[in-house]
């Protein structure tokens, strides 16, 4: 030490005590006495500041300020390597933050610089207990029991604490909800119980609380594929392949996987394009490539089902959604289609029934109330007269093929055809209704109003309650068969 530096220790030393020793000591012990109190002076400096990052930690971690908090902490444990309780408030820290790993060093280091402190034991019994590691957890909460003064009780209810946890997997999941491996036995027993919903809830976690975990991956993806969920099962199978692109069980489910997505999504996008035929033979497809899973052949049923009623095929469409019915029978959605293709093949009480079934399962549904609704009035309009079944034609059928019918009809039962009165009357009342069925089906607005139930020829249905509808023996709309037309008849008789 320099003469400068001496003489500025000394005076330090002399602020301090506020004596001045140069005057009661030699020069040598001076030196001595000078170093011995500058270390003094150096420690309290330090003791003021580890308590100065202690008490700003408290308040940061009090007022939510975690990340700053812990730097406070940090600093304290730096200064002062040997309190168990600097070590002890940053791990509350970490707690706070769910940094649970990174806690449990800093318990373990205030239990070894303080083996009675109970609350870190029960800290560090609570982590290890959670992770699974359960014969340090119980060595810790054993301490706890011989350490503590509680009563008998709390002892007796932390050794049945752990001797049940111990027994019952399934309690103890939630208790150590860290531990992959009992999650994954707990797991299994879901899917030996048929509850797959619930082991994919247990295996979700284990894939981020083990490093590579590509068993909890492929068994994910197998679970959530047998579910229907195949946009999620390709997601899953494609992590087990970011682990290991080579991994051969990954890799073989991933090529079904994205095979039978693939067709389930090209089928839907054909519906919404109406393309109905190409999506029946890609849901065919499906059915081929999946033929061991319920869920995808109910589907593809299902959505065949509905294409064939909307290109207007009844018979079919009624074959293939009564198959679907038999595999889903709370299908909705099938029900309501089968009505659909019922309505098309005229069968309006079997639409009827189809339609309040589906009800049942589904009654915040728009499209089954009004459907029930139309099929109520087809089946009352009906009872009366149906312009499709006069002309002999199908639902579907076109201008043509209308016309077509009513020609043929109309030269059938032309009154000039007939002799007696009796016979002209009857012939009379069955051409009105043939011109009648013509004329509604060849008018798109009237034929629409038909086909959504309501009869645009019936009195009851037009302004005025009036106008010569069939129960007046009126022509609609001022059409009279008999006079001039565009349709002209020749009529021989022998």
């Known amino acids: 030490m320099n003469e400068q530096n001496y003489v500025q220790n000394i005076q330090n030393i002399n602020k301090v005590l506020k004596i001045n ?103 560090r019994g609570n982590i290890l207990m959670k992770q699974g590691n359960t014969q340090e957890a119980r060595e810790d909460f054993e301490a706890v029991v011989r350490f503590t003064a509680l009563g008998f009780p709390f002892h007796l209810l932390i050794l049945h604490f752990i001797k049940h946890t111990m027994r019952c997997s ?175 093949n005229q069968e309006y009480e079997k639409a009827v029934q189809d339609y309040q079934e589906a009800r049942e399962f589904d009654g915040d549904s728009n499209d089954i109330r009004e459907g029930l609704e139309r099929a109520q009035k087809l089946l009352k309009i009906s009872r009366k007269r149906d312009y499709y079944k006069i002309l002999g034609v199908n639902r579907n059928a076109n201008k043509q093929e209308i016309i077509k019918a009513y020609r043929k009809l109309a030269q059938q039962w032309h009154p000039d055809n007939f002799q007696s009165e009796a016979e002209k009357k009857e012939a009379e009342k069955k051409f009105i209704d043939i011109a009648s069925a013509k004329e509604v089906l060849t008018d ?16 009851e249905n037009q302004q005025g309650g009036g106008g010569g509808g069939h129960g007046g023996h009126g022509w609609p709309f001022h059409f009279n068969p008999f006079e001039s037309g565009s349709f002209h008849f020749k009529f021989q008789y022998n």
């Open 21 to 123: 020793v140069c005057q009661s000591l030699s020069q040598t012990p001076r030196k001595i006495f000078a170093i011995f109190i500058l270390n003094i002076k150096k420690k309290k400096k330090e003791g003021f500041y580890i308590e100065h990052h202690l008490e700003m930690g408290r308040k940061l971690l009090a007022a939510g300020q975690l990340a700053e908090a812990l730097s406070h902490y940090h600093s304290a444990v730096e200064g002062d390597s040997k309190n168990y309780l600097t070590y002890y408030k940053r791990a509350a820290v970490f707690l706070a933050m769910g940094k649970s790993k990174s806690a449990l060093p800093d318990l373990t280091r205030a239990i070894q610089l303080k083996p009675d402190f109970l609350a870190a034991r029960l800290q």
């Open 170 to 344: 399934f309690d103890f999941v939630q208790i150590s909800p860290w531990d992959p491996e009992s999650r994954e036995l707990r797991a299994d027993c879901y899917i030996r119980m048929g509850d797959p919903q619930k082991a994919i809830q247990d295996l979700t976690p284990t894939t981020r609380l083990r490093n590579d975990n590509r068993a909890a991956f492929l068994k994910l993806s197998m679970l959530h594929y047998s579910l229907g969920e195949h946009h999620e099962s390709l997601n899953h199978i494609r992590e087990c392949l970011k682990l290991d692109q080579d991994d051969k069980e990954c890799f073989s489910h991933y090529k079904q996987v994205k095979k039978l997505s693939k067709q389930l999504d090209v089928a839907e996008e054909l519906i919404q394009e109406d393309r109905y035929q190409e999506a029946i033979d890609k849901y065919e497809s499906v059915m081929k490539t999946e033929p061991s899973v319920q869920f995808y052949t109910n589907l593809a049923k299902e959505r065949i089902c509905f294409c064939l009623v909307k290109v207007k095929l009844a018979l079919e469409a009624i074959d293939v959604c009564s198959e679907a019915h038999q595999r889903d029978p709370r299908n909705a959605n099938v029900l309501r289609d089968r009505a659909e293709a019922y309505i098309l």
């Open 444 to 459: 798109p607005e009237m034929r629409q109003k038909f086909d959504a139930g309501e009869d645009p020829l019936d009195p």
